[in-house]
């Protein structure tokens, strides 16, 4: 959610998700209390702040205390672990709370020549979870071999051109569709024919699997 949904329709439609990652224009434009407003009748599994923080463990530190209504933090990898994601990772499991990492961003600027260093970061690191784009199949894949039992989430379905369900065919747990639900028109209806598509997906893939 970079968007507000009105709150009848987000009630509506949160049965059907897992989790809602929230981003900076959200939490900009409402603030620390009108996004927990957003959410406080909500029941998902997951809470995750999209803020892809990226500064030394103190300021890092410091801004995720302030979102205390979040189960999870995105952040990337690039940064390196002593004084910055090492002790960012110590204090999100001492209050129970998630990590994920960064392995690669769905727009096309992104330069993934880059991954061999955050593959050692992520391995060093052990994180809960790992975002890795719907836009880049190949990378994705080889996301998913590097690290099996890692919970991996998938941006980039829909509006920046990755189709629904591939992600999940190609290795994702879950795909984070934003632009697609919110700026329907119809976002319960949206949010249904999503699945299905997503259903038909799978069906196909592991029918050509076998």
Not at 93 to 111: Q, V
Request: negative net charge; proline residues 4%.
């Amino acid at each position: 959610m970079d968007e507000e949904i009105p709150q009848h329709v987000l009630l509506k439609i949160s049965e059907y998700f897992y989790g809602i990652k929230i981003g900076y224009p959200l939490l900009l434009r409402k603030g620390i209390e009108g996004v927990k407003e957003i959410l406080r009748k909500l029941e998902v599994d997951e809470i995750i702040m999209d803020l892809k923080l990226a500064d030394i463990d103190n300021t890092m530190i410091n801004i995720v205390k302030q979102l205390d209504f979040a189960n999870s933090f995105i952040a990337h990898s690039f940064i390196g672990i002593d004084g910055a994601l090492g002790e960012l990772k110590n204090f999100l499991d001492n209050e129970g709370k998630k990590l994920y990492l960064l392995a690669s961003m769905s727009h096309k600027g992104w330069n993934d020549e880059f991954y061999p260093y955050i593959k050692t970061i992520i391995k060093s690191l052990n994180p809960y979870g790992i975002v890795a784009p719907a836009t880049k199949p190949n990378v994705l894949r080889i996301v998913r071999d590097d690290f099996p039992d890692k919970i991996l989430i998938s941006p980039g379905v829909g509006a920046q051109g990755g189709k629904i369900g591939d992600a999940l065919c190609n290795g994702a747990d879950y795909e984070i569709i934003g632009r697609t639900i919110y700026t329907s028109s119809d976002p319960e209806n949206k949010v249904k024919e999503i699945i299905k598509i997503q259903e038909e997906k799978i069906n196909e893939c592991k029918k050509t699997s076998t």
